[in-house]
């Protein structure tokens, strides 16, 4: 049997064990990052076990995003489309201005005050693609309106671009395209968790939110409202232009995060600047020149063992369990390969002809994906980029399980 295949055995039998029925303020099957685990265990602790033993014991935006959109390859007990589940589990909770918490179970909302990730209408046109009689009706697209409409009244910035709360929402918990102004060079700087809040923007979640754009676009084109799917497909096609304008830095061939005090951009080579490319919004020739001077360029974030979310080229990428500058810091972002980013740029490399390249990293990333079973028995959240080693979170599916989506391309 090949790794590709023993991976793709273990992955549907694990899976299933992260889809949750309904109970307390979830009114729909949820879903866990973390597999052989309960659900909302830590409730009652002041600390959470992802940040002790890397057990994610509640639902997150994008992990649970993500994993929806590989749940029809698995065999689950619910009959309802988990995409479906997760978009209304989180709407459910939004509150009255339309903030969305980002991290809940059954009996507690965590990571207070954040905003649940631009995910949610992706996920839902997702499904839509994928099961075109799911109903996607007009009270579930004006709460989602509500949800975006909150990124542009709290979130928003100049020039109607995007920063994040904290560098904890971006969901990037290390990221050092986020961190810089705290000069995490110095090696213990204890307020690492702190952030520039409103003035550093960030180019995943310009890039995030122009996904979510077009992906309203295409939810109200089906439900044959065209004045609110134009309304959309303008303002995806401001923000576009927006992010090319400002956010372009022509000298290393991406786009980077801009802070708005200093007039600067953050020249730093993380992989959240490969987002406007990835997710297209760009111009075309510019998500050339991002595949082919960064993606794909082993001098950069190509490596052994997939993309690495910081390039290999720059001085502070390391590889680290948790992370350098940081004691709170619950993982790393920082040169770890973590699978995310790999199916996100697989995704962009299809979409643009590059065939050899998202089949040379899938190939990559499945391998050391199997490799580390091998080795403990089990899927980790990230890993090392050089050599392959687990490093944090066993028992980690999450995003993980698009790794099926990786093995497809490899098997066409």
Same mark, same amino acid.
């Given at each position: 049997?090949?790794?590709?295949?023993?991976?793709?055995?273990?992955?549907?039998?694990?899976?299933?064990?992260?889809?949750?029925?309904?109970?307390?303020?979830?009114?729909?099957?949820?879903?866990?990052? *973390?597999? #052989?685990?309960?659900?909302?265990?830590?409730?009652?602790?002041?600390?959470?076990?992802? *940040?002790?033993?890397?057990?994610?014991?509640?639902?997150?935006?994008?992990?649970?995003?993500?994993?929806?959109?590989?749940?029809?390859?698995?065999?689950?007990?619910?009959?309802?489309? /988990?995409?479906?589940?997760?978009?209304?589990?989180?709407?459910? /909770?939004?509150?009255?201005?339309?903030?969305?918490?980002?991290?809940?179970?059954?009996?507690?909302?965590?990571?207070?005050?954040?905003?649940?990730?631009?995910?949610?209408?992706?996920?839902?046109?997702?499904?839509?693609?994928?099961?075109?009689?799911?109903?996607?009706?007009?009270?579930?697209?004006? *709460?989602?309106?509500?949800?975006?409409?909150?990124?542009?009244?709290?979130?928003?910035?100049?020039?109607?671009?995007?920063?994040?709360?904290?560098?904890?929402?971006?969901?990037?918990?290390?990221?050092?395209?986020?961190?810089?102004?705290?000069?995490?060079?110095?090696?213990?700087?204890?307020?690492?968790? #702190?952030?520039?809040?409103?003035?550093?923007?960030?180019?995943?979640?310009?890039?995030?939110?122009?996904?979510?754009?077009?992906?309203?676009?295409?939810?109200?084109?089906?439900?044959?409202?065209?004045?609110?799917?134009?309304?959309?497909?303008?303002?995806?096609?401001?923000?576009?232009?927006? /992010?090319?304008?400002?956010?372009?830095?022509?000298?290393?061939?991406?786009?980077?995060?801009?802070?708005?005090?200093?007039?600067?951009?953050?020249?730093?080579?993380?992989?959240?600047?490969?987002?406007?490319?990835?997710?297209?919004?760009?111009?075309?020739?510019?998500?050339?020149?991002?595949?082919?001077?960064?993606?794909?360029?082993?001098?950069?974030?190509?490596?052994?063992?997939?993309?690495?979310?910081?390039?290999?080229?720059?001085?502070?990428?390391?590889?680290?369990?948790?992370?350098?500058?940081?004691?709170?810091?619950?993982?790393?972002?920082?040169?770890?390969?973590?699978?995310?980013?790999?199916?996100?740029?697989?995704?962009?490399?299809?979409?643009?002809?590059?065939? #050899?390249?998202?089949?040379?990293?899938?190939?990559r990333v499945t391998h050391t994906m199997f490799d580390g079973i091998t080795k403990t028995?089990?899927?980790?959240?990230?890993? #090392?980029?050089?050599?392959?080693?687990?490093?944090?979170?066993?028992?980690?599916?999450?995003?993980?399980?698009?790794?099926?989506?990786?093995?497809?391309?490899?098997?066409?």
């Amino acid at each position: 049997m090949s790794k590709e295949s023993e991976l793709k055995e273990f992955i549907l039998k694990k899976a299933p064990q992260c889809v949750h029925p309904a109970g307390g303020m979830l009114a729909h099957p949820f879903v866990t990052p *973390s597999f #052989d685990v309960e659900p909302g265990a830590d409730d009652t602790a002041e600390v959470s076990e992802r *940040s002790t033993v890397g057990h994610y014991l509640q639902m997150y935006d994008w992990d649970a995003c993500f994993f929806s959109q590989a749940a029809h390859r698995l065999t689950l007990d619910t009959k309802e489309n /988990i995409g479906m589940s997760v978009v209304r589990n989180f709407l459910s /909770i939004m509150e009255p201005d339309g903030h969305t918490p980002r991290t809940v179970a059954p009996e507690r909302i965590w990571d207070a005050g954040d905003h649940c990730k631009p995910f949610l209408a992706q996920s839902l046109a997702y499904q839509k693609r994928m099961f075109p009689a799911l109903d996607v009706d007009k009270k579930l697209l004006a *709460s989602l309106d509500k949800y975006l409409e909150y990124f542009k009244t709290h979130r928003g910035a100049i020039n109607g671009l995007f920063h994040w709360r904290n560098v904890l929402e971006s969901g990037v918990d290390n990221n050092y395209t986020l961190l810089y102004p705290l000069e995490a060079s110095k090696d213990t700087n204890e307020n690492v968790g #702190d952030y520039p809040d409103a003035h550093l923007i960030a180019t995943d979640i310009c890039g995030y939110i122009y996904a979510e754009y077009k992906a309203m676009e295409e939810l109200y084109t089906a439900n044959g409202d065209r004045i609110s799917a134009e309304k959309y497909e303008k303002m995806a096609t401001d923000l576009a232009s927006a /992010i090319d304008q400002y956010l372009w830095v022509e000298e290393i061939g991406m786009h980077c995060n801009f802070d708005t005090k200093t007039g600067r951009h953050v020249t730093l080579r993380s992989w959240t600047s490969l987002v406007p490319a990835i997710m297209g919004a760009c111009s075309k020739e510019r998500v050339k020149q991002v595949i082919e001077q960064n993606m794909l360029n082993q001098d950069h974030f190509l490596s052994p063992c997939g993309i690495s979310s910081v390039a290999l080229s720059e001085r502070l990428c390391n590889q680290a369990k948790r992370g350098l500058y940081g004691r709170y810091i619950v993982s790393n972002w920082q040169g770890p390969m973590w699978v995310i980013p790999n199916a996100m740029v697989v995704r962009c490399l299809k979409r643009e002809g590059y065939m #050899d390249g998202a089949c040379d990293i899938s190939r990559r990333v499945t391998h050391t994906m199997f490799d580390g079973i091998t080795k403990t028995g089990t899927l980790y959240e990230n890993y #090392d980029a050089l050599h392959g080693y687990p490093l944090w979170a066993p028992q980690f599916m999450s995003w993980n399980i698009l790794a099926l989506e990786l093995i497809e391309i490899l098997a066409n």
